[in-house]
């Protein structure tokens, strides 16, 4: 079975430092994963995504992540955080053998602190 | 290429009216979606469909929800009659020749 967990539910960073918002996933199979951003009052907007090659993913926005499958884990990170990142973040898995249905983590609230 | 399109953007109704929410999906994008967002539970699948057949509706939450997809360019989800706790945001979302999916900006609805 397919499942997303976001660690933190509220992350709160300092303009210009980094963020890291993590993700551990489970799936049985070779996963597709992704990072979407929600900002207030908007739909899911794709950040980056995941699908069996290069397991740095270069994102939108400076945006990045790292698949670790010993680590079962897919955290998304940026060098310096601007107060644009300020938003909900969901990571999402999905596999083929699912009909490539998404399954949600319940979301992470980043914060940029001016 | 204008994205997914959902309308309305906004709605309020009354408790028992019947509320239609739209979607029109990328052109090309043969796979829909059709989720809910609340704050207590957070992103539900409701139902998706597979070039226009619907596939899996089993969080469909019951009778009074019904979703079609007459053709592969427009799609509807209607309550009928609408309560209270169906307010929520309705997002629709495409998918295309690769596993990502394409969201809508949403419809909020508010049933008062």
């Known amino acids: 079975a397919q499942s997303v967990t976001q660690l933190d539910s509220h992350v709160s960073v300092s303009e210009g430092t980094p963020v890291l918002l993590r993700c551990n996933y489970s799936?049985?199979?070779?996963?597709?994963l992704f990072w979407y951003v929600q900002h207030p009052n908007k739909g899911l907007q794709l950040l980056l995504k995941y699908t069996s090659a290069a397991t740095l993913v270069k994102g939108i926005n400076g945006f990045e992540a790292e698949f670790k499958k010993s680590e079962t884990s897919f955290h998304l990170t940026k060098p310096s955080a601007h107060m644009s990142d300020a938003a909900e973040y969901f990571c999402v898995v999905s596999d083929l053998r699912t009909g490539n249905q998404f399954y949600f983590g319940t979301g992470t609230s980043l914060t940029v602190i001016p | 290429d204008a994205g997914v399109i959902q309308s309305p953007r906004h709605e309020v109704t009354e408790m028992g009216q019947e509320v239609t929410l739209r979607c029109k999906p990328i052109?090309?994008?043969?796979?829909l979606f059709w989720y809910r967002q609340t704050m207590m539970r957070g992103l539900e699948l409701l139902i998706y469909?597979?070039?226009?057949?619907?596939?899996?509706d089993s969080g469909m939450p019951e009778d009074r929800f019904s979703a079609k997809m007459p053709n592969a360019s427009f799609s509807t989800l209607k309550i009928q009659p609408s309560e209270p706790r169906d307010s929520a945001v309705y997002f629709c979302a495409g998918q295309g020749g690769t596993d990502t999916q394409y969201f809508g900006p949403g419809t909020r609805l508010t049933v008062l």
């Open positions: 799936s049985s199979y070779s996963p597709s």
């Open positions: 052109s090309g994008h043969n796979s």
């Open positions: 469909f597979n070039n226009n057949v619907p596939i899996d």
